[in-house]
């Protein structure tokens, strides 16, 4: 298994930058996910890893070997691609055989990592079927399996998900996290999706418009994300405008354009955050962190949307100037209409602080 | 791991010229130099020539000179033949796929595999089987001679108007096929919305169906156009010679190359004209239909009369598509000679064909067109398949360029390809390695390879476009060389397009006669002119065997890449 060292690396399409200025190390081993919406790089930067690109500017580095103009037939990767680009005129075992041949193992060796390898996917059953007779999942796993069975340095799975039906997407998320952890092999994993990012990812990078917008834990992201893009783009939050009006040791009181109080955590914020009397913040409280009743941060509104999702019941409230999204879980069957009145409360350990 | 470093650093030149930007250049450059040496140079020597007179432009001055207009007739009779040849080319093929996509009635089924006989004719056999069934001596103003006892033949098929009916038996074709695509295309719910919406039967017709059907119509008569400018051999049989083509060929056998190479020109420049205002024409039209999963219903033919009116008429369509065919293979298995004033021939034998396998003289043209045929061909694919690669995949400057040289070979009338040759290739000159060609038996093969340059590229390039990239990166990404990854998935999946294409340059090839009776060397004298030989001689049924022969082949080919590519080969044309 090798590191990933990516160095100073900008990709230019003509005038464009498809990525900018990119500084990353991936460990030996770990499952590393670049998420963002289309066109932030995500996939521009697999493609420089997997040597289809090459950086405008920088250096990319396998362990301290020097990549970045390497043609990517020397760089022993393994990649899934969007669309599988299985070949359609071979057979499961021949798709997946094609990279040992290149290889040059013994016919024997092949047949024995074949066999494996298929069993590790589960598609035992399935060697000799054309690819049109899979269904999309089995495609899917012959992907897999091709990829992994040339034991590569580095695993790069470009949205390998996302032409699957709900469903299935999620039995194959757990999959292929599974044979990763068994086989340890260091993962990079591109993708759009959030929930695909959070639950399988021992890291992640957020970019946007070729930009790293934060590289952490889902942990780290989730719960401290270092701007409003990533507090936006990372789960369902309310963004509102305040500015700073007193500082009380731990305690951090701001006031909205309408004049309302809310008092929340120093710790509670991004690390770029200066705490100046007067500075202008954005407050990022989560759906799911405002309750019904009375408490720390008390307000009340006017419910202009309702949404039943049976696990919970999802609220805009209208405040002075500005609304929230409230997701309040179903308990006893109850909630209200559109048009009601509803106090809520905000735990101050809930409010998040961000800079501009 | 010890082997990829060992191995890239000792590659890292070559890879630092692989990954180096103008790298690509390198790869495309043999492509432009084959284009540059045999078509682009080529050209320029025709182009040269004429302007090689007294001064400048005399030969220009001589080509439109009012007090000898033999060449203004000419330029006028070709413009005048095309445009006749367009209309009537558009009414039958129009017609004809209406009736056969709309309609149906009895005998509907026989006549739509037929409707596309006049395609497997090669132009010097189709021209010739019109003159055996309705020509001077042909059999049919010959048996109303005899019927109604007269002393000269009724009718007969000559001059200008037999050129304009043999271009309309062998191009409605084109009209046809887009005509009949775009009928099949044509959601009969419009036309029921039109019908609910109160218009009648000509206002829908006028309103709806036509100017849906005007961008195939449009394209289909650029093409008949620019095919009939560079018709040569319906006006060589019918005597025609105030045409371009035949001027050219006059001019060239009058050794007057100066004259030869003006008309050349001048036949150049309508021909691009006419290529680049189709190309730009069929970038710019677009009539999708927005409805999906149409069903067209064809209308039953009920009423009795009409049942019997659309039967004979289908029964004598039917008749003309097939009596070429017959009447070649009746006459193919006549006695050279005996066949004098009668109606049909009298004596039969299998003799012609037999001497075309036995009898070395007889076969002898035979394998020069193979052989030709084949190192032609052998030449298209490796460039053809090259330049689609590079096309489809590469990212270069001068891709339109690359694009407009391939195409324009195959809109240069064939007696022109040949005149350029001939200009280029008489004198020893560095891309035939310091040889001459012309008279050699390497001067048709390169011909037929330049004739023919487009069908390879397009039918490979299709079936590239549909090969999705991310397939070959895969393989990249397995570790296959390009090489390796080309040979094993690039070229089993882009097979039956390559294999199409190579098939129909084969057969064009094997049958060209345009540019071959301007430069075939008496040693390697092809089949095409040795029909047009027997023909001179009247040995028609060894002509006519050798057309059996040609038709046979063109009918395996089609057949092969319609099971190939599912009916899409013919786009290839």
Excluded at chain 1, 103 to 124: N, W
Excluded at chain 2, 189 to 200: K, N, Q, Y
Excluded at chain 2, 289 to 295: M, V
Excluded at chain 2, 546 to 557: D, E, K, M, N
Aim: net charge neutral.
């Amino acid at each position: 298994m090798k590191s990933v060292k990516i160095e100073n690396v900008s990709k230019k399409f003509g005038h464009i930058h498809g990525v900018k200025d990119l500084d990353l190390h991936i460990k030996s081993g770990e499952f590393f996910t670049f998420l963002g919406p289309s066109g932030c790089g995500k996939t521009t930067t697999l493609r420089m890893i997997a040597g289809f690109y090459y950086p405008t500017d920088g250096k990319i580095l396998f362990d301290d070997f020097d990549v970045t103009r390497l043609q990517p037939n020397k760089r022993n990767i393994g990649m899934v691609f969007q669309n599988y680009a299985l070949f359609p005129h071979m057979t499961v075992d021949e798709n997946i055989a094609f990279g040992l041949q290149v290889r040059k193992f013994s016919k024997a060796e092949i047949k024995q990592k074949v066999d494996r390898i298929r069993g590790l996917v589960h598609l035992s059953q399935y060697g000799n079927r054309k690819i049109n007779e899979l269904s999309g999942g089995q495609q899917q796993r012959v992907a897999l399996a091709r990829a992994l069975v040339i034991e590569p340095d580095i695993l790069l799975l470009d949205e390998p998900l996302s032409n699957l039906d709900a469903k299935l997407r999620e039995e194959t998320r757990v999959e292929i996290k599974r044979i990763q952890s068994e086989l340890g092999v260091t993962t990079i994993y591109v993708t759009h999706d959030q929930m695909e990012a959070m639950s399988m990812s021992d890291r992640i990078m957020v970019m946007e418009n070729g930009n790293v917008r934060q590289i952490g834990t889902p942990q780290e992201i989730y719960n401290r994300p270092s701007n409003r893009f990533v507090a936006d783009f990372i789960g369902e939050t309310n963004l509102i405008e305040a500015t700073i009006d007193a500082i009380n040791g731990n305690d951090i009181q701001v006031k909205t354009a309408s004049g309302l109080i809310l008092t929340g955590r120093k710790q509670q914020s991004s690390p770029t955050l200066t705490h100046m009397i007067g500075d202008k913040v954005f407050i990022s409280i989560r759906p799911e962190s405002i309750h019904e009743g009375t408490g720390e941060n008390t307000l009340t509104g006017k419910i202009t949307f309702v949404e039943f999702t049976g696990i919970s019941v999802n609220y805009i409230v209208e405040c002075l100037d500005f609304s929230l999204k409230v997701m309040i879980i179903n308990m006893n069957g109850q909630f209200k209409k559109i048009g009601e009145e509803i106090t809520l409360t905000i735990a101050q350990d809930s409010l998040y602080f961000l800079g501009e | 791991m010890e082997k990829t470093h060992h191995s890239s650093s000792e590659g890292n030149a070559w890879t630092r010229l692989t990954s180096a930007n103008w790298f690509v250049y390198i790869l495309v450059a043999p492509l432009f130099l084959v284009l540059f040496a045999y078509v682009v140079y080529p050209f320029y020597q025709t182009f040269k020539e004429s302007f090689s007179g007294d001064d400048a432009l005399s030969n220009y001055k001589n080509f439109f000179n009012i007090a000898s207009p033999a060449n203004i007739e000419a330029l006028w009779t070709s413009i005048y033949i095309s445009a006749i040849s367009v209309i009537c080319c558009a009414i039958v093929g129009v017609t004809m796929a209406f009736l056969l996509e709309r309609y149906n009635f009895p005998g509907r089924r026989i006549l739509s595999v037929l409707v596309l006989v006049p395609m497997a004719l090669p132009p010097l056999v189709g021209v010739l089987s019109f003159t055996f069934l309705y020509g001077d001596s042909g059999i049919f103003p010959r048996a109303f001679q005899h019927l109604f006892g007269l002393e000269q033949v009724p009718f007969s098929l000559k001059g200008i108007w037999g050129v304009i009916v043999v271009h309309t038996f062998t191009m409605y074709t084109y009209f046809y096929l887009t005509a009949s695509a775009a009928i099949k295309g044509l959601d009969p719910a419009l036309e029921e919305a039109a019908t609910s919406l109160g218009a009648g039967r000509i206002r829908v017709w006028t309103k709806v169906i036509l100017p849906m059907l005007t961008p195939s119509i449009v394209a289909s008569s650029l093409l008949v156009f620019m095919i009939s400018m560079a018709s040569y051999t319906a006006p060589l049989m019918f005597g025609v010679e105030r045409t371009m083509t035949m001027q050219i060929y006059l001019s060239r056998t009058n050794g007057n190359l100066d004259m030869a190479a003006t008309q050349s020109m001048i036949l150049s420049f309508v021909s691009i004209t006419f290529l680049i205002v189709m190309r730009w024409y069929q970038n710019r039209r677009n009539y999708q239909n927005l409805s999906k999963g149409i069903s067209v219903h064809r209308s039953e033919v009920s009423s009795r009369s009409m049942k019997i009116m659309a039967t004979i008429a289908s029964f004598i369509g039917t008749l003309i598509l097939i009596l070429p065919i017959l009447v070649l293979i009746l006459i193919s298995f006549s006695v050279d000679g005996a066949w004098k004033t009668q109606i049909l021939p009298t004596d039969y034998t299998l003799d012609h064909y037999q001497a075309l396998f036995t009898d070395e003289r007889t076969w002898r043209p035979i394998w020069n067109s193979i052989q030709m045929g084949i190192v032609a061909t052998f030449g298209n694919i490796l460039f053809g398949v090259a330049a689609a690669y590079a096309m489809v995949r590469l990212n270069f400057k001068g891709k339109t360029l690359l694009d407009i040289l391939i195409m324009v070979p195959w809109a240069l009338p064939g007696t022109v390809v040949a005149v350029n040759l001939i200009a280029a290739f008489s004198t020893e000159n560095i891309f035939a390695f310091n040889q001459v060609l012309v008279g050699t038996f390497w001067i048709l093969p390169l011909a037929y390879f330049i004739r023919h340059l487009p069908l390879v590229f397009r039918s490979t390039s299709a079936s590239l476009v549909q090969l999705d990239q991310s397939i070959e990166e895969a393989s990249r990404s397995l570790g296959a060389t390009w090489w390796y990854s080309f040979r094993r998935i690039v070229l089993p999946l882009t097979f039956t397009g390559i294999l199409a294409g190579t098939l129909l340059a084969l057969v064009q090839s094997f049958g060209e006669f345009v540019a071959s009776i301007l430069i075939y060397s008496t040693s390697t004298i092809p089949l095409s002119v040795a029909i047009f030989q027997k023909l001179y001689s009247f040995k028609f049924g060894t002509a006519c065997a050798y057309g059996v022969l040609q038709i046979c082949l063109i009918l395996i080919v089609l057949i092969i890449s319609e099971k190939l590519s599912k009916g899409s080969a013919g786009s290839a044309i």
